[in-house]
């Protein structure tokens, strides 16, 4: 596609339930990278992706947080047990290099609320 | 992670009038990166500096990167309330910091009023 897409845009969630967020990057975008947004702030980062590989998920808050990238394409990330300071809007991006440093392509990202 | 503090956190200002907002860090970035986000949207790209002293311009906005390259500065002339957003900067660690490379400062609310 044109430019990466996250699904869903939104999502409500009872405390204690799993979610799913999808993102798809750019096509042939070697390197994906999940960020959470607070209300008025700026991204956190959460977990990188180089390929398949999780290169790094020291951003992740807890063991509640997993994303995966088995293909090297399309990611998830998923929350079980959902809690409420989950609630963030979660960015996704990707980048075609491997340079630290190389620009990012966010998506729009999902605003998930923990009610 | 080295953190990065922006400033002034919110600003309104008429159309038309000039503006400075500032990144600053006690560390060391190898460059930096300013991005512009609307509501509902993701952050967009506007400039990467990399030299110290670099200066570049982007039609009315001027992005300055210092010279230790612990500090930048965007300077927006005559703005316009197409200007509104969310200006986040985000430095590239030196020479570590982790495989994302990229540490994002909370960013300056910018509202331009018609």
């Known amino acids: 596609g044109a430019g990466v897409s996250q699904s869903p845009r939104y999502k409500v969630a009872k405390r204690g339930q799993d979610v799913a967020l999808r993102c798809d990057p750019i096509s042939g975008h070697v390197s994906l990278f999940w960020y959470q947004q607070a209300l008025g702030q700026g991204p956190e980062f959460l977990t990188y992706f180089q390929n398949e590989a999780q290169l790094d998920k020291s951003g992740l808050p807890s063991d509640r947080f997993f994303a995966e990238r088995p293909e090297g394409s399309v990611s998830t990330l998923k929350i079980q047990r959902t809690q409420q300071e989950d609630s963030a809007v979660y960015l996704c991006?990707?980048?075609?290099?491997?340079?630290?440093?190389?620009?990012?392509?966010f998506g729009n990202g999902t605003r998930l609320t923990v009610t | 992670t080295q953190l990065l503090e922006q400033s002034p956190q919110f600003l309104s200002i008429q159309e038309g009038e000039n503006l400075t907002v500032y990144c600053n860090s006690s560390s060391v970035f190898s460059s930096l990166q300013w991005y512009r986000q609307e509501p509902g949207e993701g952050p967009v790209l506007l400039v990467t500096?990399?030299?110290?002293?670099e200066v570049k311009k982007l039609k009315r906005l001027t992005f300055q990167f210092g010279d230790a390259r612990k500090d930048s500065s965007l300077h927006i002339t005559a703005a316009q309330p197409g200007d509104t957003g969310l200006y986040l900067c985000?430095?590239?660690?030196?020479?570590?910091?982790?495989?994302?490379?990229?540490?994002f400062g909370k960013g300056t609310h910018l509202i331009i009023q018609p």
């Open positions: 500096v990399v030299t110290g002293g």
């Open positions: 991006a990707s980048s075609s290099g491997q340079v630290k440093g190389s620009p990012l392509h």
């Open positions: 985000a430095g590239v660690d030196w020479p570590g910091g982790g495989a994302d490379g990229l540490t």
